[in-house]
């Protein structure tokens, strides 16, 4: 039996599916989730810094695509999924260790292509980036 793009993610937060491995890979962690939208958070630290001492700045657009494609994710019908077409990241100020929240949402949705925008923030609640990516909806099976 197929499930639709929330019911998957309610699976993952049920612990009945495991997490997507990028989530365990970089230590992501879903914190709220809805129809369009997502919350994300990950604690910052030594692994996910370049040799300036900061998170280096694929961290950080890791992370934005994972909110936004956790957002799309909850808009999904059974027998749908997607992959990123385009990512854009405006990189604001620098993430040291800390956490990030990452909020993200579906800013619009077609039948075969959507646009969604996140925000990335530190534990002081300074923006640290702000990205949109546009994505194509295809027909298939999730693996």
Not at 8 to 27: N, S, T, Y
Request: charged share 20%.
């Amino acid at each position: 039996m197929g499930m639709n793009g929330m019911d998957m993610l309610r699976a993952v937060e049920d612990g009945q599916l495991k997490p997507p491995p990028i989530f365990a890979l970089m230590g992501i962690t879903m914190s709220r989730c809805g129809d369009g939208w997502a919350e994300l958070e990950l604690e910052v630290g030594g692994r996910h810094h370049n040799s300036m001492g900061m998170a280096h700045g694929g961290v950080v657009a890791t992370l934005g695509d994972a909110v936004m494609g956790t957002a799309l994710i909850t808009t999904l019908r059974e027998g749908e999924l997607f992959t990123t077409l385009e990512l854009h990241t405006n990189y604001i100020r620098p993430a040291r260790d800390g956490k990030l929240s990452a909020k993200g949402q579906v800013v619009r949705r077609g039948r075969s292509t959507a646009y969604c925008e996140a925000e990335i923030k530190d534990a002081q609640g300074r923006l640290v980036a702000k990205l949109s990516s546009a994505c194509l909806i295809q027909q298939g099976q999730w693996s």
